[in-house]
């Protein structure tokens, strides 16, 4: 894993000051690659690639980067893995009579043999790559299939710059910051932004399975898809068989597991984690398995956890998120997270990979899983709207207010309390649940919203994303969800929280093979009105403990109502009161955002929480940030 950065320039030669510049840009990702810091300047000095790596295949200074190819005609700098290597390394050898053992290498010599179009249709991996191409003139940018490495830029009549993380775009002094409001209400909207988009005006992120190109004769810039799904269900009947589907899984955690350094697995006592962990110690009988404990029971699985742990015969740690550790967590998050991120589940995800870095390099993890494999709650509570609400006469606002009623009944008993839980209803989705299952059409934004508060900004703008995009059904939505809440929330999540302690986090079940051979099931194969993940569950029969198979789904949550209410209530009043000051964000509607403060401190209404979170994390990151941000 590492990072990468780069300064195409139309005109104007790059200088020795704009070197340094870039030296200092490239020093801010330094947690993304530890180990070694290259460059690479062209003839005319008008492209710069700079590169730091965080050494896991072949530690030598063969595989440094960035990376010309025989030909000379190529200039490489990637971050990521490209885990069919080994396949591609013997088709390379067919041809040329070479071995090559780095992934680096491999990507750089099959582009020489096969172009940049055909390599990025045939390498299997997570990837953000910089490709120059001397021969035609062309420079690109490149995103791997499901967004797990990022890339940002920045592209104007004569600069051209790019880089992993949004922090050297930030702190570039060439580059005007100027907040984007229209993507900053998706922000508090949903707690992230948008695929391709970023906080600030004219800075994008590239979409993931998306190909830039920047013809350096004309300065144009073209985005196209690398590869081109059909993703419509069809009732047509395909071949599908869950020993090949456990096969494929199967070879995808063994193919992650290739490292030259020492590699552990994120253990939660979920299925996915559990999947991954049994696939792994068939090949491992050694590796490690770490896992977040709470000290509130109902958060907690380190229990289940270690049960499984010990039935595969593994050592499992526990790391314990305690309040000491919450103040210095949170106090990273900045860093961690350049530009507002404001999914929770970030806290125990920093705390358990900054103990993983004391001790491998390389961790796998159970991401993905959720959505290639229908595992959320909200898949079930659509078939559930979908067959009982959508269409019935008798669901109206008089029937809304007997459900509603009744919800504030259980929620106030022990017995009701029991029920809701197994049915994975919390009080924060109380709200989210009425408005849901008494609408009539669309309802899948409403699953992710934080809340039902729209207005944060003064000025009226149109949505970023089209709300009312048409899903008609679960395999709709959760297609939807692997476009969009996979890439922006849990991928940002897993890469920032793993990268800032400079660990390389591997999610065998987000594998291309696997999801295209999903395909050949059915959506009711997998999803039910009572049952989830229905394909997983078949392949983990007899392998771990029947209990973890029939557990209710806990997310990877956090008692997020109480941490803000005991420790953050002055700091957050306190931020608010400085943000209003500010010329730069007099676009704010800080009137709501009084009241949603007022309603959760003074008036507990605690279903807010994750609305004051994204406050609070827009308004430190504003702090860190404010200086290089215009009017």
């Known amino acids: 894993m590492c990072g990468i950065i780069g300064n195409l320039k139309k005109n104007n030669p790059i200088e020795e000051i704009d070197l340094e510049l870039f030296s200092r840009l490239t020093n801010l990702m330094r947690k993304r690659g530890p180990d070694n810091k290259g460059s690479f300047l062209s003839d005319n000095k008008k492209i710069y690639l700079g590169h730091l790596r965080l050494s896991i295949i072949d530690l030598s200074n063969n595989a440094s980067q960035p990376m010309i190819s025989n030909s000379g005609r190529y200039i490489v700098s990637f971050n990521g893995e490209i885990y069919n290597f080994l396949e591609l390394s013997k088709k390379l050898e067919k041809i040329d009579k070479i071995q090559l053992k780095s992934d680096t290498k491999v990507l750089v010599e099959y582009i020489s043999k096969f172009g940049v179009n055909k390599t990025l249709k045939d390498i299997n991996g997570m990837f953000a790559i910089s490709i120059y191409d001397k021969q035609d003139n062309k420079f690109f940018l490149a995103r791997d299939y499901f967004g797990k490495k990022p890339i940002y830029y920045h592209y104007d009549n004569e600069n051209f710059f790019f880089s992993s993380t949004l922090s050297p775009i930030t702190e570039n002094k060439n580059i005007e910051k ?208 979908e067959k009982f609400f959508k269409k019935n006469i008798l669901i109206n606002n008089s029937s809304k207010i007997i459900f509603q009623k009744l919800f504030y009944t259980l929620h106030s008993t022990s017995f009701g309390k029991k029920f809701l839980k197994k049915l994975n209803i919390s009080y924060n989705k109380s709200e989210k649940f009425f408005n849901i299952f008494f609408k009539k059409n669309n309802i899948y934004h409403d699953f992710l919203k934080l809340s039902f508060h729209t207005d944060f900004i003064n000025t009226s703008s149109e949505n970023i994303i089209d709300n009312n995009i048409d899903l008609n059904c ?55 009105i009572l049952n989830r993940k229905i394909l997983l569950k078949r392949i983990l029969k007899n392998k771990i403990p029947k209990n973890i198979l029939s557990k209710p789904k806990k997310g990877f949550s956090i008692p997020l109502e109480k941490i803000l209410f005991e420790n953050f209530k002055s700091e957050i009043i306190h931020n608010l009161n400085i943000a209003k000051k500010d010329e730069r964000l007099k676009k704010l509607n800080f009137s709501i955002f009084e009241t949603i403060i007022h309603r959760f401190f003074e008036l507990k209404d605690y279903k807010l929480s994750y609305q004051v979170w994204s406050f609070y994390v827009f308004f430190v990151w504003f702090q860190k940030n404010r200086n290089f941000i215009s009017i």
């Open 178 to 385: 100027k907040i984007n409001f229209k993507n900053l209400q998706y922000y508090f909207n949903y707690g992230f932004f948008p695929d391709g988009f970023s906080v600030y005006e004219n800075i994008y992120k590239v979409s993931k399975n998306t190909l830039v190109e920047l013809n350096l004769n004309n300065w144009k810039i073209n985005l196209s898809k690398i590869h081109l799904n059909i993703d419509n269900e069809s009732n047509q009947k395909k071949t599908s068989n869950l020993n090949k589907l456990e096969e494929i899984i199967y070879e995808s955690v063994e193919k992650r597991l290739i490292s030259d350094v020492s590699s552990c697995i994120l253990l939660s006592s979920g299925i996915d984690s559990s999947l991954v962990t049994y696939f792994a110690s068939k090949k491992n009988k050694h590796v490690q398995t770490f896992t977040v404990g709470f000290e509130d029971k109902i958060y907690d699985e380190s229990k289940d956890s270690k049960q499984i742990a010990k039935h595969l015969g593994l050592k499992n740690e526990t790391i314990y998120l305690k309040n000491i550790d919450l103040k210095k967590i949170i106090d990273e998050i900045p860093q961690a997270f350049d530009e507002p991120f404001a999914d929770s589940s970030q806290i125990p995800s920093m705390l358990i990979f900054d103990n993983i870095s004391k001790h491998a390099k390389v961790c796998l993890t159970g991401d993905g899983g959720d959505e290639i494999f229908y595992g959320y709650n909200r898949y079930q509570w659509y078939l559930i709207w």
């Open 474 to 528: 679960v395999f709709d939505l959760r297609n939807y969800d692997i476009d969009n809440y996979l890439v922006n929330d849990i991928l940002t999540k897993v890469d920032r929280s793993s990268m800032h302690y400079s660990v390389e986090a591997r999610s065998p079940l987000l594998d291309k093979n696997i999801f295209d051979y999903v395909k050949n099931f059915q959506t009711k194969d997998n999803i039910g």
